[in-house]
């Protein structure tokens, strides 16, 4: 495992589209691996592929849950419900913070390392943490949507 070098808000990658996975080989495991290994060196909770130069539709996630590292590979927002303000921040754009509203609730399906599908249904930090990294495979950064009050 290596540690990758975190991109940041003025590198254009951050601003495109992921293709999907087509095979989950070692070199996407080994991508895996080391965004894990990047995003709990960086204090994160969260790391989409583009964020460490890689164009393919990947985020982990961690909240401390006691559930570890959570990988998803295409994912794929099916439900969405209720909204709450709350504040992020993001390794991409370091320093920073913003109000962003984002759903209460998120029923994402998604395929994990060893390439088996599975629907997570999240409430509260996860979901959050769900929408916020799959904003960064469509090319969205949360300081797109931060909100004046």
Do not use: W
Request: include cysteine.
């Amino acid at each position: 495992m290596a540690l990758r070098t975190i991109r940041t808000e003025e590198d254009l990658i951050l601003r495109k589209h992921c293709r999907e996975v087509d095979t989950i080989t070692d070199r996407i495991l080994t991508l895996i691996k080391d965004m894990g290994e990047t995003m709990y060196k960086a204090d994160g909770v969260g790391l989409a592929a583009p964020q460490v130069g890689i164009l393919k539709r990947i985020f982990v996630i961690d909240v401390f849950d006691g559930e570890g590292l959570r990988v998803f590979i295409n994912p794929e927002i099916l439900e969405t419900s209720g909204s709450v303000k709350d504040q992020e921040g993001c390794l991409s754009v370091p320093e920073v913070q913003g109000l962003v509203e984002r759903p209460e609730y998120v029923k994402v399906k998604a395929i994990n390392e060893k390439g088996e599908e599975f629907v997570l249904e999240a409430h509260g930090l996860l979901a959050r943490a769900v929408c916020h990294e799959n904003d960064h495979l469509d090319g969205v950064l949360f300081i797109d949507k931060v909100i004046q009050e």
